[in-house]
């Protein structure tokens, strides 16, 4: 049986006190599974799991992550506790090499063991080390992705969490960063992303929940939400049609 990593139990949160974005949210994540956030714009999930990397205020609810409480945890610790949080955007240093990008959030680690980490990212990422002098801001969009989701993977990570990873993106990098994604997971690691794009994210995704107005109204089989007349109606506003004999069409 899978261990379970991340457990959130009724979230509530928000950037100011009193105004929650996020209105009771819960979700579970296994080991080794790619669960994917889905939802309407709008819907909290940026803030959802924002506030789950320690970057908006927890009013209630908890956050366990391989069993550990750490609901409202600051930021900064997030990455000692095993949670590596990639943002949708801001998320490489752009005036510095991807080598540098590479020592910075390596920073946490024994100075000895980061020369060899950086060269096992290499070897996960070739294309960063064809690039690995460069700076950050004028590599490829996709390539910026490879590097944000490097830097989180350098510190091994419990689980990494991604928010909206083919933002931008032309659709042969949303392809590039979705295949880097199915490839990270099936290397051990845990992954958990919000994504706009639902037919993409629910490709590779094990598990996924939509998001409305705050709190988690749908989970299923990600393979089989694309179809779900459920899905539809929250996720795009539309009524599943019934048919003659009274079944949803």
Request: overall charge neutral; charged content about 20%.
């Amino acid at each position: 049986m899978s261990e379970t990593v991340l457990i959130v139990r009724d979230l509530v949160a928000g950037y100011e006190p009193g105004v929650p974005i996020v209105r009771g949210a819960s979700i579970k994540v296994a080991e080794k599974e790619i669960v994917v956030v889905l939802g309407p714009n709008g819907a909290g999930k940026s803030s959802f799991i924002k506030a789950i990397a320690g970057l908006v205020p927890i009013e209630s609810g908890k956050v366990e992550l391989a069993g550990k409480d750490i609901t409202g945890a600051p930021a900064h610790t997030m990455v000692r506790l095993g949670l590596a949080f990639v943002p949708q955007t801001e998320n490489v240093f752009p005036l510095m090499s991807v080598d540098d990008n590479l020592k910075v959030a390596g920073g946490i680690l024994k100075a000895k063991e980061v020369p060899a980490r950086i060269e096992e990212m290499y070897a996960t990422f070739p294309d960063l080390a064809r690039h690995r002098r460069i700076a950050a801001g004028n590599l490829s969009g996709g390539q910026r992705q490879m590097l944000a989701v490097a830097r989180a993977l350098i510190v091994h990570p419990k689980l990494l969490v991604l928010d909206e990873p083919s933002a931008g993106l032309s659709p042969k990098f949303v392809s590039m960063v979705f295949e880097m994604l199915t490839d990270i997971r099936r290397s051990g690691v845990t992954i958990l992303l919000v994504e706009q794009n639902a037919k993409a994210a629910l490709s590779i995704g094990d598990r996924a929940y939509v998001l409305v107005e705050g709190k988690d109204r749908h989970e299923g089989v990600a393979s089989e939400l694309w179809n779900d007349p459920v899905v539809a109606e929250l996720y795009l506003g539309q009524r599943p049609t019934v048919s003659r004999a009274g079944g949803a069409a």
